[in-house]
């Protein structure tokens, strides 16, 4: 073993102090023994990241060995995107779904970007191809298109302005004319086409696609169970959730946006209608608030693990390289980086 056991015991009682407060289960928190077994893995990577000159962008979504035992940042799509655009490391692994790692890509090409969990789709970035754009675009022209980050390169290239669940109401707002192409989330449609008219800005939204497989489950029944079973209790949901559960929450907006209000409120117990991975970032720093999470994981963010983030850095398969199509890149890089002169 190329570790002592007291380097193992003292990374394990650092993991632990970090996780103590973390559910591992609906039914189970992390222990001091999960930590043990994690600890070789956490203080290998964490050596060979160093050697190798790499950092490691953790989404809020992969599990918390990673987010806490050797990611450099966490955040949302929109934070690890600006991350990876400004990093000058020589490797990028991105413990995410596919396209955040190719928007990695995009952004900063001269970088090796490498995804533990290989082609980890998305139920909304599968849901589209570039096609699918071109054809909208033709019955429409004129219209300006926007895509969801959670989107493959190639739909990217065919947008204007690619947004994240951040920022997506604002630069919608933003957009010329009465009519806007939105792809490739159907609900995050509709909470735009609400949020504008509540905004006094209305605009048509013409959309296509899929639904996210997580936030999609949430109904209204469930945001009515948590305020029977948990009187007083403040209830947050992303913005791919249906617009009847959004208009019964007190606080829609990205995994960002929900921990930041979260810290902001003086309130103790939160109704979480997301994915398990933002449960547990909170629960891991806000020991002191309780989080009620009725269901929803995302198995595609749960394919990265430490085993085969020390294997990517060690000798990456060829589907955990990532690599861009120079010429759909060049399009891609320009809708995205639309969307951050637009969030200035
Ligand atoms: P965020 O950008 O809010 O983290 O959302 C990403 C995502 O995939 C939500 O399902
Ligand atoms: Fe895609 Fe939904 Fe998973 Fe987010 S939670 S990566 S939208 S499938």
């Known amino acids: 073993m190329p570790y002592t056991q007291a380097q193992i015991s003292t990374e394990a009682h650092r993991l632990y102090g970090l996780l103590a407060c973390v559910s591992k289960s609906k039914a189970t928190k992390w222990t001091l023994q999960d930590c043990i077994e994690a600890a070789p893995y956490t203080l290998a990577i964490n050596e060979h990241k160093k050697k190798q000159n790499a950092i490691i962008l953790a989404h809020s979504y992969t599990t918390p060995d990673l987010v806490y035992g050797v990611a450099d940042f966490r955040g949302d799509s929109y934070q690890l995107a600006q991350q990876a655009r400004t990093c000058d490391a020589h490797t990028i692994v991105f413990a995410g779904v596919w396209f955040m790692a190719e928007t990695a890509k995009i952004l900063n090409p001269s970088k090796r970007v490498l995804i533990p969990a290989g082609r980890a789709g998305c139920t909304l970035a599968d849901s589209m191809t570039a096609q699918d754009v071109q054809k909208l675009r033709t019955q429409h022209p004129g219209v300006p298109a926007l895509c969801y980050i959670n989107s493959s390169a190639e739909v990217k290239a065919q947008c204007d302005v690619c947004v994240t669940s951040g920022n997506v109401f604002d ?75 959004c208009r019964l929450c007190d606080y829609v907006g990205s995994t960002k946006g929900m921990a930041d209000y979260v810290a902001k409120s003086p309130a103790k117990l939160f109704g979480m209608l997301t994915e398990f991975g933002l449960v547990n970032r909170l629960e891991a720093e806000h020991p002191n608030k309780q989080f009620v999470w009725p269901f929803g994981i995302c ?34 890089q320009k809708s995205i980086e639309k969307m951050f002169e637009l969030t200035k």
Do not use: W
């Not at 504008?196 to 999609?216: F, Q, Y």
């Not at 963010?301 to 085993?307: A, G, S, T, V, Y």
């Open 171 to 245: 630069i919608a707002q933003k957009m010329p004319g009465e009519k806007l192409i939105f792809v490739p989330d159907l609900l995050m449609a509709q909470n735009i086409e609400i949020e504008l008219k509540r905004r006094g800005t209305p605009k048509e939204i013409i959309a296509s696609g899929g639904s996210c497989c997580v936030h999609d489950k949430y109904l209204p029944e469930h945001v009515e169970s948590l305020r029977t079973k948990y009187p007083g209790i403040v209830v947050l949901a992303h913005p791919e959730c249906a617009p009847e559960v």
């Open 299 to 332: 198995s595609y963010m749960k394919k990265n693990n430490l085993i085969n983030t020390l294997g990517a850095l060690l000798d990456p398969r060829a589907d955990q390289i990532v690599e861009v199509d120079a010429t759909v890149a060049a399009s891609a």
